[in-house]
């Protein structure tokens, strides 16, 4: 009977098990591989706050396997020598921010561009702390200059970006001159909106925002609809709007007209 007894586990037994069969087959099986490289992988991952726990479900090897690689026993000094699909296994492992429990410190870049990214269409610190009150506001306004910041912030972070990145500030909620105000800012700092960032690299240091593909025809009716009316909502003259958005004032005032009368 096999004695894996969880999915990653069984998965990496299945895993060994072929891969020794093909092995075997070329001549090249390899069962055993150096420790060493592998414990110092795995002592980087603790020191990250990565539970052995963790460890074990994500890579199929046992806990008492990676016990017996960092620190052996009574008996024996820890390994020399590991299993070569366990030593892939561990060493193809790298955490994502789920894996990491609560209080653990992860780099702040990507939280610190989300809070970014969220200023430029209108969002406060004060506006985001209503969302996440477990945290003070000045623990956010700092979210930038620290290096790091807990795992559980910044799964927060990313939750509510996830959310609140779907449109402007005020389609949530938010006062529409807070907004306003927050873009003005956002945009003498330099801040870019979500729309510059792909989601699944804003979290790399390397990553670099990359201007949106042009909108097309529909899209950019669209687009010039709703910040016409936008900007009507606050009073501003016809004209200021269309020196605003780089339009005609006629244009602006026919545009105007057309949705207060559809409206």
Not at 21 to 30: N, P, T
Not at 72 to 82: C, E, K, L, N, Y
Not at 157 to 162: A, E, G, K, L, Q
Not at 236 to 241: F, N, S
Request: hydrophobic residues 40%; charged residues 25%; glycine residues 6%.
């Amino acid at each position: 009977m096999s004695t894996a007894t969880t999915p990653a586990e069984r998965a990496a037994k299945a895993r060994w098990m072929r891969r020794r069969r093909r092995l075997i087959s070329y001549g090249q099986w390899q069962p055993f591989a150096d420790a060493e490289p592998v414990r110092q992988h795995v002592l980087t991952l603790r020191a990250l706050g990565v539970a052995i726990k963790t460890l074990s479900e994500k890579t199929g090897v046992t806990i008492g396997s990676l016990d017996h690689l960092l620190y052996g026993d009574v008996h024996f000094p820890p390994a020399r020598q590991i299993r070569t699909e366990s030593a892939e296994a561990i060493l193809s492992y790298w955490p994502v921010l789920n894996d990491y429990p609560d209080g653990a410190l992860v780099d702040s870049i990507g939280s610190a561009r989300r809070m970014h990214a969220l200023a430029a269409i209108g969002w406060s610190v004060r506006a985001i702390h209503q969302h996440l009150e477990f945290v003070n506001v000045a623990t956010l306004e700092r979210v930038g200059s620290n290096p790091k910041i807990t795992a559980r912030l910044a799964r927060a972070i990313r939750d509510f970006y996830t959310w609140a990145s779907r449109g402007q500030a005020e389609d949530h909620g938010v006062t529409p001159w807070v907004a306003q105000r927050g873009r003005n800012r956002a945009a003498r700092l330099g801040y870019l909106p979500p729309a510059w960032w792909d989601d699944d690299a804003i979290d790399d240091p390397a990553a670099q925002p990359e201007q949106p593909e042009e909108m097309g025809f529909r899209e950019l009716a669209a687009y010039r609809r709703e910040e016409i009316l936008h900007l009507a909502s606050f009073g501003i003259p016809e004209h200021d709007i269309a020196a605003r958005l780089g339009m005609s004032t006629d244009y602006v005032t026919t545009k105007l007209r057309e949705l207060r009368t559809t409206a």
